[in-house]
T-cell receptor, first 115, second 111 residues
Framework: DTAVSQTPKYLVTQMGNDKSIKCEQNLGHDTMYWYKQDSKKFLKIMFSYNNKELIINETVPNRFSPKSPDKAHLNLHINSLELGDSAVYFC??????????????FGPGTRLTVT | LAKTTQPISMDSYEGQEVNITCSHNNIATNDYITWYQQFPSQGPRFIIQGYKTKVTNEVASLFIPADRKSSTLSLPRVSLSDTAVYYCLVGDGTGFQKLVFGTGTRLLVSP
């Protein structure tokens, strides 16, 4: 059973297009995240949702719009894709109970290539 | 969040013990120390977390001195499959987790 799954695994598209990445977790967690890992391998958080509510929104262009239809899903929609958006995007989830909840479970990643 | 400093890379051989040290001079009283492992083309994986002294699980041990300004991840008898990037993070471990990953330490285990 896959704990955190993402689709697609690879995404190649042209500049200016709009694309979505889907994430699902079957761990019963209440918090989900999107991270971006660039070509230099720096991993940075983009968004976090807790019980479908946006709680972390880092300095991300508004072309990126996360959507959480329910606690188990967090999708990432990207409008007007740019070359600099090329990266690996990781979804993660965790159970936040107020104490020692630093254990996040990451998905396999989606490699986005913008040409 | 406290900044962490780790060696960029380390080399080892199979069967050896590997110790990766992380410096976090500005760690706050409520901060915990957490280590993640990332294999190529995979998402990071939680390894271990601790607050002080020593923590051990089936994968690794975490040593934290009394001043907590540094920590050491110890991997006993590494194998080729331990080749990965290891990240040290600090934070208060409560509430909503904005994990801040540094550059990590790239460990290469050779035969």
């Amino acid at each position: 059973d896959t704990a955190v799954s993402q689709t697609p695994k690879y995404l190649v598209t042209q500049m200016g297009n709009d694309k979505s990445i889907k994430c699902e977790q079957n761990l019963g967690h209440d918090t989900m995240y999107w991270y971006k890992q660039d070509s230099k391998k720096f991993l940075k958080i983009m968004f976090s949702y807790n019980n479908k509510e946006l709680i972390i929104n880092e300095t991300v262009p508004n072309r990126f719009s996360p959507k959480s239809p329910d606690k188990a899903h967090l999708n990432l929609h990207i409008n007007s894709l740019e070359l600099g958006d090329s990266a690996v995007y990781f979804c993660a989830s965790s159970l936040v109970k107020g104490a020692l909840s630093y254990e996040q479970y990451f998905g396999p990643g989606t490699r986005l290539t913008v040409t | 969040l406290a900044k962490t400093t780790q060696p960029i890379s380390m080399d080892s051989y199979e069967g050896q013990e590997v110790n990766i040290t992380c410096s976090h001079n500005n760690i706050a009283t409520n901060d915990y120390i957490t280590w993640y492992q990332q294999f190529p083309s995979q998402g990071p994986r939680f390894i271990i977390q601790g607050y002080k002294t020593k923590v051990t699980n089936e994968v690794a041990s975490l040593f934290i001195p009394a001043d907590r300004k540094s920590s050491t991840l110890s991997l006993p008898r590494v194998s080729l499959s331990d080749t990965a990037v290891y990240y040290c993070l600090v934070g208060d471990g409560t509430g909503f987790q904005k994990l801040v990953f540094g550059t990590g330490t790239r460990l290469l285990v050779s035969p």
